[in-house]
């Protein structure tokens, strides 16, 4: 029980320190691979709360980022190199990148396709709710030129993760408490029969 105990709190506390107050998980990866970058509906849709998808350029050009069904992003990039998300690492805070295709891009800002669109220079940011799911989201150039040393954020926002990992850093602070507690109570003690019986043995030597 101990050993449990000290594993949940040191999970908890390292969890609360983590997230912080506001229960914020932020992940992110750079692209080194020259095209888009896709997030795909099992990374966007993987938790049930709003995620945030920040894309910025160290070159402080133009970016574009939409989201849509997964099916119309595979249908518009089919032949196009992109740089899909395909791993998460928590709380390492470390997005996987897989490159793939080798083929231009098509200009996919004026499609009709995309239930949400987002635009900036150096950088663009759009949030994303769950009712619409399973989507995925491009980041692009907004134009046919390839993008290239760009940096993808993902953001979940929950202040209940805060207080669930508080919760469990405090469960196993009491659970250690406990158990240490009746290690120390339960330690081996010589009862008074026993210490007459040393002391006597002493001095008879």
């Keep these: 029980m101990a050993a449990v105990g000290i594993v949940l709190l040191v999970v908890g506390a390292w969890m609360v320190f983590m997230l912080g107050p506001s229960g ?57 190199a992109v740089s899909t ?3 998460v690492h928590f709380p390492a805070g470390r997005l996987d990148l897989h490159a793939s295709g080798a083929g231009a891009l098509p200009d996919i800002s004026n499609a009709d396709v995309w239930r949400l669109t987002a635009s900036g220079r150096g950088a663009a940011a759009l949030l994303v709710d769950q009712g619409k799911g399973p989507e995925q989201v491009v980041v692009t150039s907004g134009d046919v030129s390839a993008l290239s040393d760009a940096t993808v954020t993902l953001t979940w926002d929950n202040r209940a993760w805060f207080f669930e990992a508080l919760a469990m850093a405090t469960i196993g602070a009491v659970l250690a408490a406990f158990a240490l507690n009746d290690l120390w109570q339960g330690r081996a003690v010589p009862a008074p029969g026993d210490i007459a019986q040393v002391q006597t043995v002493e001095a008879t030597i």
């Design 85 to 87: 998300v395909s791993g």
């Design 24 to 80: 914020e998980a932020q992940l992110s990866a750079t692209s080194k691979a020259p095209g888009a970058v896709v997030v795909p509906a099992g990374v966007l849709n993987a938790v049930d709360v709003p995620v945030r998808v920040t894309a910025t350029r160290r070159d402080g050009g133009a970016v574009f980022l939409a989201a849509a069904a997964g099916s119309d992003v595979a249908a518009m990039l089919s032949t196009s």
